[in-house]
C-alpha cells in the first residue's frame, strides 16, 4: 500500500488517464488478439503475462521499495479493468498478483517483503492465494489445513481449493490452523513456494467462464518450510486475511466493471451496424432504453468502485462496508449489461464468433470469488457506516 494521506479521487485525473489510454493500448494490441482462443483452449494467457511483465503492468501495486511501481489503489483498478474489457482471464493475473502478495504486504515482516514482493516486481514469479478449501469456502474459519511447529520449521498438511493460478505461482499465500481450540484466532498464514517438497496441484477445474486462468486444488503434504515464512505473528493469519479482502474486493469490482465495458462497447457498435426494417436498430427507442440503462448501471459501478478504491488507498474506516459494496454492486452490474449485450446481439450473441457470451460467462464468477454477493450483503450490514 503507497499510504499516502493526501490520496483524492479526483486529484490525480491525469496521470490516471493516461495509465488507462497506455493500459487500454497494450490490452488491444497485445492480449485482445488472443482472448478467444485463450477460452477456447483453456489456456493460461501466456502472451498476456509476457506484455504485462514488458510493461510492468503485472503487479503495479508492489512498492518502489521492493522495486515495484508503488501504484495508488485507483491506478491498481485501472491496470485490471483495462485487461479485463477485453480479456477476463488476463485480468486475473494483475488481480490476484495482488490477492495473493498483499498479506505479505499488510504483515509481513521486512526481510520477508524483500523476499517475495522484489521478485513479484521483477516478474519472476506470480502470486496466488490460499484460503478456501473443499468444506470451508464461506465459511472460511472452518478450514481444517494444520501447521505443525518442528523446532525451526513448520509441517503443512492440507489441501486448499479453488485456487486461481494455481501451478503457475510460484508463491503461495497459505492460511492454516495453529491452535484448533481457538478457531478462526487459531489461524497463521505462511509463505508456500511452488517448489517446496510435498506441493502439489490438482487437474484444473473445468469452468463456465475465465477458462484461461487456472484453478486447481493445492496439495499440502508434509509441507516443512522454515519459521521465518509466517506471515505476521502466530494466530493473526485469518484477521491478515480479512484484511486483504477489504482490499481486494475492489480489484474484482474493477474486474467486473472491464468486463461489462467490454460487452458495452461492443454492443454498441454492433447496433449501430446492424440493420433491420431497414434501419440501424440503434435507431430503435427499445434498443436505445437498453443501452441507456447498461450505460447508467455501468457508471454507478465505477463511480462506487472508485470511491471504494480511494478508502482502499487511505484505509478507511468504512472501508470493509465499500469494499464489499464496490464487489457487489458492480458484479451484479456486470452480469446484468453482458446479459443485455447478448440480447442485443440476437442469436449472433449466443455464438462463441461473438466475444460478448464470453463475457457474459466470465462475467458471472465476479458474483461468487471473493466472497458471493450473499456474504457481502451480510459484510455490509454488519459494517454499516
Request: glycine share 8%; hydrophobic share 40%.
Amino acid at each position: 500500500m503507497a499510504g499516502n494521506k493526501d490520496f483524492d479521487l479526483y486529484r490525480p485525473a491525469e496521470e490516471h488517464d493516461e495509465l488507462r489510454k497506455v493500459v487500454r493500448s497494450l490490452a488491444e494490441a497485445k492480449i485482445a488478439p488472443f482472448a478467444a482462443e485463450v477460452d477456447e483452449e483453456g489456456r493460461f494467457p501466456q502472451e498476456a503475462l509476457d506484455a504485462l511483465v514488458a510493461a510492468d503492468l503485472h503487479a503495479v501495486h508492489v512498492p518502489e521499495e521492493f522495486g515495484g511501481a508503488g501504484a495508488d489503489a485507483l491506478a491498481t483498478v485501472i491496470v485490471i479493468e483495462e485487461v479485463a474489457r477485453v480479456c477476463a482471464s488476463s485480468s486475473l493475473i494483475p488481480a490476484v498478483n495482488k490477492l495473493g502478495s498483499l498479506p505479505v504486504a499488510l504483515s509481513g515482516s521486512e526481510d520477508l517483503k524483500k523476499r517475495y514482493l522484489s521478485p513479484l516486481a521483477k516478474g519472476e514469479g506470480m502470486f496466488s492465494y490460499c484460503l478456501s478449501e473443499p468444506d470451508a469456502g464461506s465459511d472460511a474459519a472452518g478450514m481444517k489445513t494444520r501447521a505443525v511447529r518442528d523446532g525451526d520449521y513448520w509441517v503443512l498438511n492440507g489441501v486448499k481449493r479453488w485456487i486461481t493460478n494455481a501451478g503457475v505461482s510460484e508463491y503461495y499465500t497459505v492460511m492454516a490452523v495453529t491452535d484448533p481450540e481457538k478457531r478462526s484466532k487459531g489461524i497463521s498464514a505462511f509463505v508456500v513456494e511452488k517448489g517446496d517438497e510435498g506441493v502439489s496441484f490438482g487437474a484444473p477445474e473445468k469452468k463456465l467462464g475465465i477458462k484461461g486462468s487456472p484453478t486447481r486444488e493445492v496439495y499440502l503434504d508434509n509441507v516443512r518450510i522454515p519459521a521465518d515464512r509466517m506471515i505476521g505473528a502466530e494466530g493473526t493469519g485469518f484477521a491478515t486475511a480479512m484484511k486483504t479482502l477489504d482490499h481486494t474486493r475492489v480489484t474484482i469490482a474493477a474486474q467486473a466493471l472491464g468486463i461489462a465495458q467490454g460487452a458495452l462497447d461492443y454492443a454498441k457498435g454492433y447496433v449501430r451496424e446492424r440493420k433491420q426494417f431497414g434501419k440501424p436498430i440503434a435507431d430503435f427507442q427499445g434498443v436505445q432504453f437498453m443501452l441507456a440503462d447498461m450505460a447508467m448501471k455501468l457508471e454507478a459501478a465505477r463511480q462506487l468502485t472508485y470511491a471504494a478504491a480511494a478508502r482502499s488507498e487511505r484505509v478507511d474506516v468504512d472501508l470493509t462496508f465499500f469494499g464489499a459494496a464496490a464487489k457487489c454492486y458492480a458484479s451484479d452490474a456486470a452480469m446484468e449489461i453482458t446479459t443485455d449485450a447478448v440480447q442485443l446481439l440476437g442469436g449472433y450473441g449466443y455464438t462463441r464468433d461473438y466475444p460478448v457470451e464470453r463475457m457474459m460467462r466470465d462475467a458471472k464468477i465476479t458474483q461468487i470469488y471473493e466472497g458471493t454477493n450473499q456474504v457481502q450483503r451480510i459484510v455490509m450490514a454488519r459494517n454499516l457506516p
